[in-house]
């Protein structure tokens, strides 16, 4: 995991007073599912493309495209940067050629099949990621539990996804004083692959017994507060639609069905018209 | 008590408790092996390994739900939707763990009883997770200098999409997930016989 991904569980929700902060969590989640679906039904990078700079003008109404656009440049470009020139060469489906390149003598031709193929994947990622992170950075952890009781999920499912979110950013914090401790010990980190594994050792252990040690600690506040007392439990947040809700309803119904239409008329490659292989799914 | 009122007996639950509320803390714990391997730049994964450790203490509902779990939160947060695939992939080292555990291929000091689990991680196990990489995520290189060149050079060499996808996961998952075992392991043997929620085989 890149140190982005770190630093963005870490600080969590940007407070601030957008529309899409407003909106109603369930919408926002809604959102993020049904352009994840739309990003792998279609085969067209262009289409995909379309997707991204979509969730990047939510992301400027939410105040937080630089987020999203540290996200991108750190996952989906690097995995581009990579799959776009070894897929143009190597792809087996490869067949219809762009132009050759000329190095050390040696001729190498790139061909569209794998061009397309490195090209659309990462962007479908990418549409996957930042259309999560727009849903996750812009929802108070609070309306993020009231959502989960709402889709009626069980409760001991609810309370370990929303204790997870509150470990994360402790024990991160907790390893990086443990790692400040061995540094001070004198602990090198510019080191053999070997030392480094036994370094990450180090680091894991005194993390995990501490864990463990809390783990009984929350089991008696749990029960204190009786967490398995057989009665119904409620939540204390309560989440409503609101106007700018309807608005994204509109919104996706009206893209649905031109994207329907789209689909059964041009297919799934509608514009760049690529063509459906066996793994392609 | 009023009159009407109905009495209810609650029955502290002890070790279940523990169970629930270690789910959680090996989703986290996955997460934070991830940063530490950041710090660290161990040449492995990290994200898995809490999901062996969890498997280990407290049974494999416990580890394969915390694995899930984890990957769940990094699905709706920094991987995006298709990952929450890699979550079943969790339930299937949480299951590899038991059933070595069972079989008692999990004693550090029978080294000999511990090739087999490091088969499976190391050559088994990537078959599944080829399978994921190649239908969830369009089996391309990895973003990995070194798996990517792996990739490249069995592409070239074969022109076999599958095998070229399969060797590059061998290349990761051969150190990530025996490293993982084995530091599981180690954990496991120094954690005090309280948290130990598992019965494991004498």
Redesign the interface.
Known sequence: ???I??S??RRSIIVKETLIHKADPRTKFLF??WI??WA?IFYDYVLTTIFLIGIIILAIIGKILKRILL?VAV?VL??MA??VP??S????WNSTLMYKIEIFGWQIPFYYEGFA??L???L??????????L??LTTNPANLIALLFKLKLPF?FI???A???Q??P???DE?GTI?QAQLSRGLR?DVG?IK??W???I???P???S??T???I??IA??SR??????IKTCPYDIRFKNIDYVFFIGIAIATLIMVYVYTVYGFSPIVHLKQYF??? | MEKGEEEKEVIPTGAKILAIVMIPTIAALNYVGGVIVELTKAPIWGDTWATILGTLISGFWVGAIGGFLYNIIMALTLWGLPAWVWGTANIVIAFITWGCMKLGWTDLKKPIKLIIPCIIFGFIYPIYTTAISIFIFGGGPLYKPLPAAVYAAVLASTENFWLANYVQNLVTEIPDKIISFIISLIIVSRIPKKFILVRQRS
């Not at chain 1, 479908?124 to 992170?133: D, P």
């Not at chain 1, 009786?226 to 009665?231: N, R």
């Open positions: 995991m890149s140190s991904g770190t963005l569980l993020f599912l994840s679906i792998y996200s996952i690097p995995w990579l799959g070894i897929l060469v190597l792809f087996p193929w490195g659309t994947w990462p479908r990622i990418g549409v996957c990621i930042t259309s999560a992170l849903f996750y001991r309370y370990a996804f204790a997870a979110t470990l994360i402790l024990l991160v390893a790692y980190t692959i480094r594994i370094n990450f050792l680091l894991i252990v993390l995990t017994l864990s463990l809390k783990v009984q929350r089991a749990l029960e009786g967490f398995s007392a057989p009665v793994i392609s799914g």
